[in-house]
């Protein structure tokens, strides 16, 4: 498998540190708010190539963090009068039923910041000794960045315009040095005790320890792939590759991936530009699977300039799998297609080359129309489209619902019972040869919107 390496700015040949394991962590949500499309979009990309990697065969451990202590945590505490707990459980439960809604396989681990605060103890206590951290007079503890020597080197981002606008605070060295451990300042802080005195750590620390924690292997590389958006490569991971490079003589990932952004308007979607649209609020309006197949249409390294209308163009194409997907319903034994299976992992493979990936299924949706045009009963034809929308499901994370549920989305459950109710009256209307009742009940049906069609396991409907 090729994979671009943000950190040569290569697509490289994608070697494991140990044969058959694959080792990633992705930074997750800061839980102050709700998932917005941006975090959506992180986790579908991270999602294609966990599926990807263990469909290859690889056993994959998937680490996906919480930071649940952070300022904007503190300040919803402030503004809200809830706890940490509160605070941070009812978002992490959102965010995972967000993600749960697209389809995204949920991590092997999922640590929590506060959960692994004896591990960012180590690693601040060892950059003391070693002379690349140290502690300023108010309690708080700073990475200085002037004696690593490699500092920049993961990121190549750290020219003086990038760093000049870091906060100044008294004692501090150098303009980049960033915090490791921020003590207590006044009554409404969230602090923990630590052996440098109360109070919390900084952003991140939080990952490193993490990490460290969860799944770091000895040798030169704690990991294999570490991920997450395009915004984080610097000053976050640029930061904790050179704590973890300083405490441990490590580097803590052997390869580096990031997503690119969203963009609404063409600018970056973020919180602090008001510009960002909750997962929650899109899915009031379209099927998760929907937001799914748009936000995964454009390469994951490309920025994404949402777009509503563009979104609708994009269920269109999925609406063909799940047509297609209808022409065979009730076909239930599977028959392996190697040859299409090859052909679609081989461009994952390739990047996660996700357009060649749409085009191949789009020439197999239309081969498999025409295919079934000819043989509308053949067997053999059916058992292998069957298996071809299994596998796409299988790696892409699409196709997998039942076709006519896929094509009811939208429908309130109220008008559901009344469409059944319509549906079994019409039934009995035919049983009894009624069959001007019959049409009438299909015309009324017709009139919302609603289309029918009766198959050999009963009569079926879809919103059209």
Not at 53 to 65: A, D, M, P, R, W
Not at 247 to 272: C, D, P, R, T
Not at 451 to 462: A, H, L, R, S
Request: hydrophobic share 35%.
């Amino acid at each position: 498998m090729k994979i671009f390496d943000s950190h040569i700015k290569e697509k490289v040949e994608f070697k494991p540190i140990k044969n058959n394991e694959v080792r990633i962590y992705v930074c997750g949500p800061t839980v102050y708010d709700d998932a917005h499309l941006g975090h959506a979009r992180s986790s579908i990309s991270f999602d294609l190539l966990r599926r990807t990697l263990e469909t290859i065969g690889y056993k994959v451990t998937f680490v996906k963090n919480f930071t649940d202590i952070d300022d904007k945590i503190i300040k919803k505490i402030n503004e809200t009068g809830k706890s940490l707990k509160e605070i941070t459980e009812h978002y992490i439960n959102s965010y995972l039923k967000d993600m749960e809604a697209l389809n995204v396989k949920r991590a092997n681990i999922e640590p929590k910041a506060t959960e692994s605060l004896e591990s960012m103890f180590e690693i601040i206590q060892k950059l003391l000794e070693k002379g690349y951290a140290y502690k300023l007079p108010n309690g708080d503890i700073y990475f200085d960045t002037s004696k690593d020597k490699e500092y920049c080197k993961l990121s190549n981002k750290c020219q003086e315009d990038e760093v000049i606008h870091r906060v100044e605070i008294e004692g501090k060295k150098n303009p980049a040095d960033f915090a490791l451990w921020k003590s207590c300042k006044g009554e409404n802080d969230v602090c923990f005790d630590s052996p440098f005195g109360a109070g919390r750590p900084g952003w991140h620390i939080e990952c490193s320890a993490m990490i460290k924690k969860h799944i770091a292997y000895e040798g030169e590389y704690q990991i294999d792939i570490h991920g997450g958006g395009a915004d984080l490569f610097f000053p976050h991971h640029e930061n904790e590759e050179a704590q973890t490079r300083c405490a441990y003589n490590q580097h803590l990932a052997k390869y580096w991936m990031h997503n690119g952004f969203v963009q609404i308007n063409g600018e970056k979607m973020s919180k602090s530009l008001g510009n960002s649209f909750f997962v929650k609020d899109a899915l009031k309006h379209y099927p998760g699977e929907v937001l799914r197949f748009y936000l995964m249409s454009t390469h994951y390294r490309a920025p994404l300039n949402f777009s509503e209308e563009d979104l609708i163009s994009s269920k269109k194409r999925l609406d063909k799998l799940y047509r297609l997907k209808k022409r065979v319903y009730g076909t239930n034994k599977k028959q392996q297609d190697k040859e299409f299976e090859t052909k679609l992992l081989e461009a994952m493979k390739d990047d996660l080359n996700i357009s060649k990936a749409l085009a191949i299924i789009d020439e197999f949706i239309k081969e498999a129309n025409e295919s079934l045009d000819k043989n509308p009963k053949d067997k053999t034809i059916k058992q292998k489209i069957v298996s071809n929308i299994d596998f796409i499901d299988k790696l892409l994370g699409i196709g997998g619902n039942d076709a006519y549920e896929y094509f009811q989305a939208g429908i309130d459950k109220n008008t559901k019972q009344k469409i059944e109710e319509l549906i079994e009256k019409r039934s009995k209307a035919k049983k009894e040869k009624n069959y001007e009742l019959a049409d009438k009940i299909r015309e009324e049906l017709k009139q919302m919107g609603i289309m029918i069609q009766d198959t050999p396991n009963g009569t079926v409907w879809e919103k059209v």
